[in-house]
């Protein structure tokens, strides 16, 4: 089998599906409050075009597929399209991100379909700060969601909560204290600049070395644990006595890209080796011609830089690929 390898040796069996632009919600790391612009139904890929695509990928070492958006709940056929990439033989690993306003609805069919994990976004566990952050979303609706996904036995659940400095940095400890007595993978993000012009994403930037602090300040104990079932590249803990684990995932301070395994395939049918960076290219009027289209993939993947260079923009000095314009619910986190 010919693997999809990359200049610097980095091995790709791992890819991401946005199957919608579209979100329920408006997270202030992922859309701007108005102007955006989304994508025709026509333009977006559809159930056959991409269960054709994954048919032919998984001949080149692909085995793990993620379905984000946009919400990808919001795709009325989305029990359908984990259904069919589910039916592939060598596809290993499902999972989905969701903002989980329609998990409790759509759990049960999820899983039957072959659904194996899901994340799920949850930056704040104060209700006026959530519905702040997400610009209208309901709390009791994420927590109804988590309840749903361990009653119908998705495993692991990892919670994702973006670090925004000065609107969630002050519930770190509240985090930590959801996996005592929960099995679930807490994961802290940093704030990224994806698809955002200018420095204001910097005010709201930190550090996870600010988990580590808040530890230490109230007197917990943590130790490194084993890498978390899944294909992401957090870093795991887990405190003393804790049921669950806690997970850092920092692509600024630390970046993890000599270890990237991950391509992205956007709602509208553009490949992109790397989130950060603005280059991508059209696969979708190859699905009908395998040769061509995984051409086009592997000269992506050739294309892939070392690095994304997120903290070269955190320190204004010089990189040396254009960032993309698209914001997060434009690429598929």
């Given at each position: 089998m010919q693997l999809l390898t990359d200049r610097f040796g980095r091995v790709h069996d791992y890819i991401r599906i946005s199957v919608t632009d579209r979100c329920n919600l408006r997270c202030v790391y992922c859309m701007p409050d108005e102007g955006m612009t989304f994508l025709p139904h026509e333009q977006v890929l559809s159930k056959d075009e991409i269960v054709d695509f994954m048919k032919i990928?998984?001949?080149y070492g692909i085995k793990k597929v993620r379905i984000t958006g946009g919400e990808p709940l919001l795709r009325t056929d989305i029990?359908?399209?984990?259904?069919?990439?589910?039916?592939?033989?060598?596809?290993?690993?499902?999972a989905v991100t969701t903002n989980a306003m329609y998990l409790v609805k759509k759990a049960e069919?999820?899983?039957?379909?072959?659904?194996?994990?899901?994340?799920?976004?949850?930056?704040?566990?104060?209700?006026d700060r959530f519905k702040t952050i997400t610009r209208g979303g309901k709390l009791q609706k994420v927590l109804d969601g988590i309840a749903k996904a361990e009653e119908v036995g998705f495993f692991p659940i990892k919670l994702n909560v973006v670090l925004i400095k000065g609107q969630n940095d002050d519930e770190i400890l509240d985090f930590l204290q959801f996996t005592k007595d929960k099995d679930i993978n807490i994961r802290f993000i940093e704030y990224m600049p994806i698809g955002h012009a200018g420095d204001g994403w910097k005010k709201q930037y930190l550090s996870l070395q600010t988990i580590f602090d808040a530890c230490d300040e109230a007197g917990l104990s943590y130790k490194p644990v084993d890498s978390i079932r899944g294909n992401g590249p957090s870093e795991n803990y887990r405190l003393e006595g804790a049921k669950g684990t806690f997970g850092l995932i920092h692509p600024v301070s630390s970046h993890f890209c000599a270890s990237c395994n991950r391509l992205r395939l956007t709602a509208d049918g553009y490949i992109k080796?790397?989130?950060?960076?603005?280059?991508?290219?059209?696969?979708?009027?190859?699905?009908?011609?395998?040769?061509?289209?995984m051409a086009l993939v592997q000269k992506s993947i050739d294309n892939k830089p070392e690095s994304h260079e997120m903290a070269i923009a955190l320190q204004d000095e010089m990189q040396s690929h254009k960032p993309t314009t698209r914001r997060m619910s434009q690429i598929g986190g």
């Open positions: 990928i998984v001949g029990v359908d399209i984990i259904a069919g990439i589910s039916a592939i033989p060598e596809i290993e690993d499902i069919a999820l899983k039957a379909a072959g659904l194996t994990r899901v994340n799920i976004s949850l930056d704040s566990l104060h209700e080796a790397c989130l950060y960076w603005d280059e991508e290219m059209n696969i979708r009027p190859f699905i009908d011609d395998p040769e061509k289209l």
